[in-house]
Antibody
């Protein structure tokens, strides 16, 4: 059974750095073709892809947010960590992590976490 | 790169069909056969319904089908059921420099 779960702060202040952890089970990020991504959704708005990391440590970032994002993995803990710098109230959103269908291209996520709501406010 | 364009809403009666369009450019939808569709019920995580334009993951009813022509992809839901009422998002691969872009979303209402 494949599961993913997001964890991190629910409230951050403007200009702070957000660190979110995705802890997963049922698959391994050491298996060829496997990848995990982060997606966010502001309240009442559309999904927005943020970053991806693959089994071979290849990474991809949204070109709009690339300068603010870092994605890493810890295969021993089955975790993927996303950091986003210089948070702003417009970054208030539910943040999801999800698994990419092995060897798929693009935002092809077959398993999702439940999401975590992050509010940016002073 | 802009989000893919979807109609804000679509509706149909139970048993009818509804089609949702997803328009991009030759740099995303038109350039690759890597379009996916997601269903999202209120307060829930998205669920993958279609990938690689027309493939269905295991467990997704065959009432859901996908297609593509040029820069526009489409999701068709046949034999509408009450539980199909949800938001639907398309997504596409957009090349090595932009691994993906989502659509603006369509709210499907079952009348």
């Amino acid at each position: 059974q494949i599961t993913l779960k997001e964890s991190g702060p629910t409230l951050v202040k403007p200009t702070q750095t957000l660190t979110l952890t995705c802890t997963f089970s049922g698959f391994s990020l050491t298996t060829s073709g496997v990848g995990v991504g982060w997606i966010r959704q502001p309240p009442g708005k559309a999904l927005e892809w943020l970053a991806l990391i693959f089994w071979d440590d290849d990474k991809g970032y949204s070109p709009f947010l690339k300068s603010r994002l870092t994605i890493t993995k810890d295969t021993s803990k089955n975790q993927v960590v996303l950091t986003m710098t210089n948070m702003d109230p417009v970054d208030t959103a539910t943040y999801y992590c999800a698994r990419i269908i092995p060897w798929a291209y693009g935002p092809t996520f077959d398993y999702w976490g439940r999401g975590t709501l992050v509010t940016v406010s002073s | 790169q802009s989000a893919l364009t979807q109609p804000p809403s679509a509706s149909g009666s139970p048993g009818q069909s509804v089609a949702i369009s997803c328009t991009g450019t030759s740099s995303d939808v038109g350039g690759y056969n890597y379009v996916s569709w997601y269903q999202q019920h209120p307060g829930k995580a998205p669920k993958l319904m279609i990938y690689e334009v027309s493939k269905r993951p295991s467990g997704v009813p065959d009432r859901f089908s996908g297609s593509k022509s040029g820069n526009t992809a489409s999701l068709t839901v046949s034999g509408l059921q009450a539980e199909d009422e949800a938001d639907y998002y398309c997504a596409s691969y957009a090349g090595n420099n932009n691994l993906g872009v989502f659509g603006t979303g369509t709210k499907v209402t079952v009348l």
